[in-house]
């Protein structure tokens, strides 16, 4: 069975970089795409982006200017990367995988990160 | 981008009946719908896709129905841990895949 596994800083200051990074336990790495799901606290998912073992990534338009989604397919992670934060990103952010045989649909979440953003 | 607008925002129910939760989209999604049950604290999980499959695990009082803009999640019999909150997710016409903003179904 797989496992998601997410790590990275939950405190940001206004302007930086916030950097999460994703790991696979047990089940494929290469037959999925993976992706980063975010919720501000009490609110709905927004979906910031996916990407595969091949590099091949798609990203939110409201965020593509900001977001870079990379994967290290030797040590099954993958990272998120959103630059120029404000208090409007601060979010739990989940990792998923997606199995394209099912559509683009989540079946398998990491345990969520709160990452605030905060001077 | 396809807006995903669900309905009711809040649900009071008792355990034991049957609820319909419904979710509209803004444009044709075919059948590429899905949806999910998030608890406190925990991740959203994946209840069906393809608007009605069930995903792995997924008790059989879990339904759904609907195509195109008009979809709905029917949760026969309510258990005590069925409380929480859905949401639907289109993913016909992305990026963006979007999500409704959620039905809170909570004990009466």
């Known amino acids: 069975q797989v496992q998601l596994q997410q790590w990275g800083a939950g405190l940001v200051q206004p302007s930086e970089t916030l950097s999460l990074t994703c790991g696979v336990f047990g089940g494929s790495f290469t037959s999925y795409y993976w992706s980063w799901i975010r919720q501000p606290p009490g609110r709905g998912l927004e979906w910031i982006g996916e990407?595969?073992?091949?590099?091949?990534?798609t990203y939110n338009p409201s965020l593509e200017s900001r977001v870079t989604i990379s994967v290290d397919t030797s040590r099954r992670q993958f990272s998120l990367k959103l630059n120029s934060v404000t208090a409007a990103d601060t979010a739990i952010y989940y990792c998923a995988r997606v199995n394209r045989g099912t559509g683009t649909v989540f079946a398998n979440w990491g345990q969520g990160t709160l990452v605030s953003v905060s001077s | 981008e396809v807006v995903m607008t669900q309905s009711p925002v809040t649900l009071s129910v008792s355990a034991g009946e049957r609820v319909t939760l419904s979710c509209r989209a803004s444009q044709n999604l075919r059948s590429n719908l899905a949806w999910y049950q998030q608890k406190p604290g925990q991740a959203p999980r994946l209840l069906l896709y393809g608007a009605s499959t069930r995903a792995t695990g997924v008790p059989a009082r879990f339904s759904g129905s609907g195509s195109g803009t008009e979809f709905t999640l029917t949760i026969s019999g309510l258990k005590s841990e069925d409380f929480a909150v859905y949401y639907c997710?289109?993913?016909?016409?992305?990026?963006?895949?979007?999500f409704g903003q959620g039905t809170r179904l909570e004990i009466k």
């Open positions: 997710q289109q993913y016909n016409n992305w990026p963006p895949i979007t």
């Open positions: 990407i595969n073992d091949s590099e091949d990534a």
